[in-house]
């Protein structure tokens, strides 16, 4: 078993493929964004140790140089899986196995879950609430479609991730604004551009595992804050996990495999619904992707079950052992988690937290600037000034919890205004 690695954002080390899969009988290739690579400081892996093969690419987003060297690599050393957990990569590694004639996810089963048009259209048809939606082709088009909804009016491109690309239009005149300001609706991969009606109420999401074909562990958990909020949000982003006697928890979990059974997928996914819960009590799909969930969710489904999606994702896929109880019955949480996010907001860090606090319950702690550094405002939702996970018999006593690690944050933190950081 040859097992070729698509990496294209986020941290190897926090990303162990060559851990995951020590077990696994044959070689480990990797490539890897050399830009990413160098966003989170690390060099990529030499080869001869964990991975027979590595490669560090450039443009990777946008080049054809990642899949040239895939198939050259995939007939050189006749590579039988391909593994991606990035979903930027999910197509190109579908598209890849298709050309090769490997198992695992193919395009069809993965453009549900990429295409947010397709995506609602297909839950919508199976009777499940989503936001009235238009795929715009024309300027046109949308100006009609904000007559009819209303604002706010939520923008975004139809294969988005990571709320990148993301705008929400309060008026009128904030959708004219955005017209004259060169809307491009004609160019080469377009039309991209997905409308939105504004659903009221909090965000949901659901996170979990299917291994051959069966959901075998899911749970919800809330957002205390708006997503699009990440560029000018400098407060505390607290996202608490459901108790299991909340009723909320089990509609969720109940619409969440509804929206799975209407998408369809491959035998062995992990999943990252988003979910709205209105003021009249309604649920209503934002979206769904098939892959693990952002920022600190791994490390949350973890300590509340006691396993890696991710791990447990890529294992799956090869046919490795997993954990012996994800075959039985679906487990309730050992634990209630939450999780307190600081983005990135302009300034220049004079003084940081000296070490990490001394609270029990502090269950993860990384803070992502050091003194000297120049910070601007967020970039995308994953832009963060510190990520933090706590533990707790439930929800109250997390979010307490979670308001102590801030106020000692935010209090041991120094920054200073710099002319032109934002």
């Known amino acids: 078993m040859t097992v070729l690695v698509l990496h294209h954002r986020g941290s190897l080390t926090g990303t162990p493929y060559d851990e995951w899969l020590a077990d696994h009988k044959g070689d480990l290739l990797l490539i890897a964004s050399r830009e990413h ?71 069809d089963t993965v453009l549900p879950y990429r295409d947010k048009a397709l995506m609602k259209r297909l839950v919508a048809a199976a009777g499940l609430a989503v936001a009235p939606y238009l795929a715009v082709e024309s300027a046109t088009e949308l100006i009609g ?64 595992l299917v291994v051959d074909g069966r959901m075998v562990f899911a749970w919800p958990s809330q957002y205390q804050y708006a997503l699009a909020s990440y560029r000018t949000d400098t407060g505390g982003r607290l996202d608490l996990t459901l108790d299991a006697d909340d009723p909320l928890t089990h509609r969720l979990l109940e619409f969440t495999e509804q929206t799975l059974a209407a998408l369809g997928g491959p035998e062995d996914f992990a999943f990252h619904a988003e979910v709205f819960h209105t003021p009249g009590d309604e649920l209503v799909l ?18 509340m079950f006691g396993v890696d999606p991710s791990e447990a994702w890529v294992r799956a896929q090869l046919g490795l052992p997993l954990p012996a ?37 502090v269950e993860k702690y990384q803070m992502f600037v050091a003194p000297g550094q120049t910070l601007r405002e967020a970039a995308f939702s994953a832009d963060f000034l510190l990520t933090a996970l706590v533990s707790g018999t439930d929800r109250v006593e997390c979010e307490a919890r979670l308001r102590v690690l801030e106020d000692w944050f935010l209090g041991e933190l120094v920054l200073e205004p710099v002319d032109g950081a934002a």
């Open 145 to 208: 479609f904000a007559e009819r909804h209303g604002f706010p009016l939520v923008l975004k491109p139809m294969d988005s991730a990571g709320s990148v690309g993301l705008r929400i239009l309060e008026s009128r005149e904030e959708l004219d604004a955005h017209l004259a300001d060169g809307l491009d609706l004609y160019g080469p991969h377009l039309p991209n551009l997905l409308a939105e009606a504004f659903v009221p109420g909090r965000m949901c999401h659901v996170d979990g």
């Open 286 to 303: 934002c979206e769904i992707a098939c892959r693990t969930g952002g920022a600190a969710i791994r490390d949350i489904v973890r300590l």
């Open 325 to 361: 109880w994800l075959g039985a019955e679906k487990r309730t949480p050992l634990r209630m988690v939450g999780q307190l996010v600081l983005m990135k907001r302009p300034g220049r860090v004079v003084r940081t937290p000296e070490g990490p606090p001394d609270f029990p319950w």
């Open 37 to 107: 690579l160098a966003l989170v400081s690390e060099e990529l892996p030499p080869e001869g140790g964990a991975y027979r093969r590595t490669a560090a690419v450039d443009c990777y987003e946008t080049g054809g140089d990642l899949e040239a060297l895939a198939l050259a690599w995939a007939r050189e050393h006749g590579v039988t899986h391909i593994v991606a957990c990035q979903e930027r990569d999910l197509e190109r590694a579908a598209e890849l196995r298709d050309v090769l004639g490997l198992p695992g996810q193919r395009l």
